[in-house]
């Protein structure tokens, strides 16, 4: 049975403030669940879910304590989920703290403003498929956690590193790097090669990047256009430089 | 003002029966308003809109009788508007009929049973940038005039010729044209040379392409993957594929 205080208590981590008090997020669906707790990245909190998911994850679920796991009804359950046909599964994790970020001899992300929790998650997701493992964030992107992003990411939200920062300082302190910004003026992604190491910078999805980081770039990449389109969504975008310039051949 | 009925018709089309009884779709924002009208492709029924809309796009709007232009408030277009952050107008179009479609001397795009409207829609974003004139649906994909849609498409919607069909008659009807269908179990993308005709073949978000589509490909492109995500999304790899082949390198 859920209890009032546990409902409310889940419906409170939606929003960053609560999320942030109680150092905690929530992710949901088998799909998602599963990378985290494989991941062992995450200390799990408590996990909401139907009976066939306890069954079916057994051994996954193995680290989490009785007193921590609640057995629900699919109603139950579709009384705590945000998703539009809730997914077996509901679990809370607390975050943790992000890895020491290493750019040598490897392609990274700058995310500038990104403001959609479907991008950011998308971006996480397509960094995890190229294996680029840390994604420095602007301090205005959204939340990593937002349990929208955390959904979008399919799961790569437990392989990604993330950290939040202020990006012109951080460019400034690693100067030695290269950075490279997606933008609409710059020399067409097809006349680069491939980049072994170096700082992918992504801008906002109106705005595109500040001209204040825009000017920290040692290069700037334009993917070429043929058609009409004004502009290409920030994670497609990001999904196809990422493509062409780690490309294997 | 707006009166209830007209309230209660613009809430209707929120669903494809309604949409396909009136043979209309709706649109919102000036950008996707502005690149519906300038493409003359559709005729305007009803633009909603606040004063400064009218003003600024006066000369565009120039086409639409005195009668089919409602002046509102913002509170009010906030009574219609589908949008979070409502934008100044949402207009009302015919649909319109898809131009007859030509496969000769181009790359064009077969969409297998996709479902998210995020996804459509910027999959239609994605056609537009890249010059991919023809988009040929499954039936089973989203409604291309879903108001989700017509909003991912950023207005792109506006150049696009989508048509619902058969996909497997289609392939059939079309048989000296090569299928490229994206799968994991293909061929890496790095291998393949710029294509200047043909149909890339892309599936569901979860199923991927169905089997009796996916014998019919000439050839499968799998994006070669470095990391650990399971997958990519569907409009993010339409735009990695298209990228890499119409490479004018």
Redesign the interface.
């Known amino acids: 049975m859920i209890s009032k205080s546990i409902l409310k208590y889940i419906q409170s981590l939606h929003h960053k403030k609560f999320r942030d008090e109680h150092d905690v997020f929530i992710a949901e669906g088998p799909?998602v669940v599963r990378d985290i707790l494989a991941s062992r990245q995450f200390v799990c909190k408590t996990i909401c879910g139907v009976d066939s998911f306890f069954n079916e994850y057994e051994e996954l679920i193995s680290p989490v304590e009785q007193k921590d796991r609640l057995i629900l009804s699919e109603i139950e359950l579709e009384k705590i989920s945000l998703l539009q046909t809730p997914n077996k599964v509901l679990g809370i994790f607390y975050k943790r703290q992000p890895e020491k970020v290493i750019l040598k001899n490897s392609l990274n992300l700058l995310l500038d403003d990104i403001r959609d929790p479907?991008n950011m998650g998308?971006i996480i997701?397509?960094?995890?498929?190229?294996?680029?493992k840390n994604i420095i964030c602007s301090e205005d992107c959204v939340d990593q956690y937002n349990p929208k992003v955390v959904q979008a990411s399919?799961?790569?939200i437990a392989?990604a590193n993330i950290i939040y920062t202020d990006l012109k300082k951080f460019i400034d302190d690693n100067k030695e790097i290269n950075v490279f910004a997606a933008s609409l003026d710059g020399k067409?992604?097809?006349?680069f090669d491939k980049i072994k190491e170096g700082l992918i910078l992504i801008g906002n999805e109106s705005k595109g990047i500040k001209s204040e980081l825009l000017k920290s770039a040692t290069a700037q990449i334009t993917?070429?256009?043929?058609?009409?389109?004004?502009?290409?969504?920030a994670?497609?975008?990001t999904?196809?430089i990422l493509?062409?310039l780690?490309?294997?051949?």
Do not use: H, Q
């Open positions: 799909k479907g998308t997701r397509i960094a995890d498929w190229f294996a680029v399919m799961g790569s392989r067409s992604l097809y006349t993917i070429p256009r043929f058609g009409a389109a004004e502009s290409l969504n994670a497609v975008a999904g196809i493509s062409y780690l490309k294997d051949v």
